[in-house]
């Protein structure tokens, strides 16, 4: 028996109570078709819609090939070959997982577009006209610069999958007279077919849900679409319809995901084999996988990160005031906030799940309550911007002329809207590293010192916090960074005064005061590096 089976709280009554609160925001935005806005959508219809449709399934499917093919790519030859430089760019070309997409458009853009330093030396080089350079702002960049963003998802996933094969696997489908194209093809590839499927939605839900790259690239999609329904035309109805739509995109990702998978299932039998054995390569094939590998680390980490440098520098003693250390508070006490909440409702949930292991009911229910990281930021922001004002009417309501004002004004924005928001969102992001520690629990430790005369609390105490620390401190930090770099909804949802780092890069890039918003990105992508250098060093465990 486990301690937290002796409680005798009414847990899946809680369960479920809970899970009506995830998704309730997802029901409100599909009850914003009861009252169709005709108007809004005809102008729409007229004007953007045919753009939006199509800049979003450019974004769909650029990003599901591009990722695939650099973090697959990446993935084989740092996981199975050796080469010059395989050690550095092993762990080095995860980095790029700490830097946000939004941060990576614009230090790009400083350095790409017209009067920047590289078009700047074209210029003096073959004159004003005599070189070529490809629009910084076109469909094809902006899928690129996503990709660079987004790929280390596919990567780490496909990574880890190729090093549990091993060589066997490969030398048994050469021995078989596979070539060596033909062993990673039909024997490799359909292996980590999983887990190419997991990274690759991972990245391309990012991608719908981004706001930030997408509004400094001036590329139209439902996001931006959905910001200027709410602020432009203070039309929060059409704002709600439109983020009805871009879930269908959404699911259109999830249902890739699933193909991508399959019904068939692979497993390794290597267990402890060989695993570090490399193929070496040597001559042109060595100096190809070098330069491949360098260049993507180069512009998607090293490039960006030195123009973000150097344009702190320059502005440092004006920027380093009284309001960045308040950006910087802010974010902070969101980001911390947020990631205690989740941790604690991925900790209840976790321990639901240990309780009712053989329960198919409450499986579904954790699944649905997890639902939310599929959920666009913008999309959430509506969602929770509209069960609050139902919320506050319902009170008005109910307390008439004595509760309105106050709570009216309480419920259209405000910290819990924001905690809320982050709760759904991210949710699930806490849920991977909490289940992870709840399964390293074996039952008879419990029963164990439950045998020693230990009370269930104490059973808690001194035996399940300290095995679940390492896991509970893990959750903690990725959600705080990840909230910390969430844009969309702290953009939406956010009270006045509240404004964080990426409120503030979203302001000074919209502005082209990129210099200005250099020294936030900084901030951001080093406080990302926290989690990035956590996972390298599991993967150096390996």
């Known amino acids: 028996m486990t301690p937290h089976s002796t409680l005798g709280w009414p847990w899946k009554p809680i369960l479920w109570i809970f899970v009506g609160l995830m998704l309730f925001p997802i029901g409100v935005i599909l009850s914003a078709w009861i009252t169709p806005e005709w108007g809004v959508w005809r102008h729409l219809v007229d004007t953007l819609l045919g753009e939006l449709l199509r800049n979003t399934l450019i974004l769909l499917f650029g990003v599901t090939v591009w990722v695939l093919l650099l973090g697959v790519g990446l993935a084989w030859l740092t996981a199975m070959c050796r080469f010059p430089g395989q050690r550095f760019l092993d762990w080095a070309l995860i980095l790029p997982l700490a830097m946000p997409a939004y941060v990576l458009a614009f230090s790009m853009l400083g350095l790409l577009d017209y009067g920047g330093p590289l078009r700047g030396w074209l210029a003096l080089r073959f004159g004003p006209n005599g070189y070529w350079f490809p629009d910084t702002r076109s469909p094809g960049m902006v899928v690129f610069l996503f990709s660079l963003s987004l790929y280390p998802y596919v990567y780490l996933m496909a990574r880890a999958a190729f090093l549990d094969q091993g060589r066997r696997m490969l030398e048994a489908s050469r021995m078989l007279g596979r070539s060596p194209w033909g062993a990673f093809l039909h024997a490799a590839l359909p292996m980590a077919r999983p887990a190419m499927a997991a990274g690759c939605a991972l990245a391309v839900m990012e991608a719908l849900a981004d706001f930030g790259a997408v509004s400094v690239l001036g590329f139209n999609t439902f996001t931006t679409a959905i910001y200027k329904a709410w602020f432009g035309m203070f039309n929060l109805t059409a704002a709600t319809q439109l983020a009805s739509l871009l879930l269908l995109f959404v699911a259109v990702a999830l249902t890739v995901e699933q193909?991508?998978?399959?019904?068939?299932?692979?497993?390794?039998?290597?267990?402890?084999?060989?695993?570090?054995?490399?193929?070496?390569?040597?001559?042109?094939?060595?100096?190809?996988?070098?330069?491949?590998?360098?260049?993507?680390?180069?512009?998607?980490?090293?490039?960006?990160?030195?123009?973000?440098?150097?344009?702190?520098?320059?502005?440092?003693?004006?920027?380093?005031?009284?309001?960045?250390?308040?950006?910087?508070?802010?974010?902070?006490?969101?980001?911390?906030?947020?990631?205690?909440?989740?941790?604690?409702?991925?900790?209840?949930?976790?321990?639901?799940?240990?309780?009712?292991?053989?329960?198919?009911?409450?499986?579904?229910?954790?699944?649905?309550?997890?639902?939310?990281?599929?959920?666009?930021?913008?999309?959430?922001?509506?969602?929770?911007?509209?069960?609050?004002?139902?919320?506050?009417?319902?009170?008005?309501?109910?307390?008439?002329?004595?509760?309105?004002?106050?709570?009216?004004?309480?419920?259209?924005?405000?910290?819990?809207?924001?905690?809320?928001?982050?709760?759904?969102?991210?949710?699930?992001?806490a849920m991977g590293p909490v289940e992870s520690g709840l399964e390293r629990i074996r039952p008879s430790l419990a029963e164990a010192a439950h045998g020693l005369g230990a009370t269930s609390r104490e059973v808690a105490r001194r035996l399940y916090l300290p095995l679940l620390r390492p896991g509970l401190l893990t959750a903690i930090l990725m959600v705080m960074v990840e909230v910390m770099k969430e844009m969309p909804a702290t953009l939406l949802l956010r009270p006045f005064g509240w404004d964080t780092l990426a409120v503030r890069i979203h302001e000074m890039t919209s502005e082209g005061e990129w210099e200005r918003a250099a020294l936030p990105a900084v901030m951001l992508v080093a406080v990302g590096l926290l989690p990035v250098f956590f996972l390298v060093r599991k993967s150096a465990g390996r």
């Open 259 to 429: 193909g991508m998978r399959g019904r068939a299932r692979y497993f390794s039998s290597d267990g402890h084999g060989p695993k570090r054995e490399r193929i070496r390569l040597r001559g042109m094939a060595a100096l190809l996988a070098t330069t491949f590998a360098g260049t993507v680390f180069l512009l998607a980490f090293v490039l960006p990160v030195g123009q973000l440098l150097v344009w702190s520098w320059s502005r440092l003693r004006l920027d380093l005031d009284g309001r960045f250390w308040d950006l910087t508070l802010h974010t902070v006490t969101l980001g911390v906030g947020a990631a205690l909440l989740a941790t604690l409702a991925a900790l209840f949930l976790g321990l639901v799940r240990k309780r009712h292991a053989g329960d198919r009911i409450v499986h579904l229910a954790l699944r649905l309550a997890t639902l939310g990281y599929a959920l666009p930021g913008s999309v959430l922001a509506v969602g929770v911007m509209l069960c609050l004002i139902w919320l506050g009417k319902g009170f008005a309501w109910l307390f008439p002329g004595v509760m309105h004002q106050g709570l009216a004004s309480g419920v259209s924005g405000g910290i819990l809207a924001l905690l809320f928001a982050y709760l759904v969102r991210f949710l699930a992001v």
